[in-house]
């Protein structure tokens, strides 16, 4: 016989991980919500996407690709490439408010990241890409 009328819970897994200090190269503890996906995020960004084996081809941001390409095709580039890499992680939610300023051959990104746990504001320079 096949149950009826079953009330499904879904319950949100924490996200619970190893808090770095990155000044001093070292693990300090543990760190949940808000501040697991800031840390999250900061990982992404810094992992060229394909370049490591241990991570899957999901997990990372291709940044390093557009050089020599022109400032238009960089700046919606690096705005594709950083929300797709972001959207890998299921506590995003979505990323907002692009600001791209590009000098030289580096590029000063902002942005806006939505999570189940809140927002916050990203800034990231990424060099090489003009």
Do not use: H, W
């Not at 149950?3 to 543990?30: C, N």
């Not at 999250?40 to 690709?65: K, M, P, W």
């Not at 797709?84 to 590029?107: C, H, K, Y």
Request: charged fraction near 30%.
């Amino acid at each position: 016989m096949i149950p009826r009328d079953l009330d499904i819970v879904e319950e949100r897994q924490p996200s619970l991980t190893y808090k770095i200090d990155f000044e001093k190269g070292r693990i300090v503890g543990m760190t949940d919500g808000l501040d697991a996906v800031k840390q999250a995020v900061f990982f992404i960004l810094q992992t060229e996407r394909y370049q490591y084996l241990i991570y899957s081809s999901d997990y990372g941001c291709e940044l390093r690709g557009l050089i020599g390409k022109e400032p238009l095709f960089v700046r919606s580039e690096l705005k594709r490439r950083i929300t797709e890499a972001l959207l890998q992680d299921d506590r995003i939610e979505d990323v907002t408010d692009f600001d791209i300023e590009i000098n030289g051959d580096s590029a000063l990104v902002r942005f806006t990241v939505v999570s189940v746990f809140g927002e916050f504001k990203v800034e990231q320079e990424v060099t090489g890409v003009v």
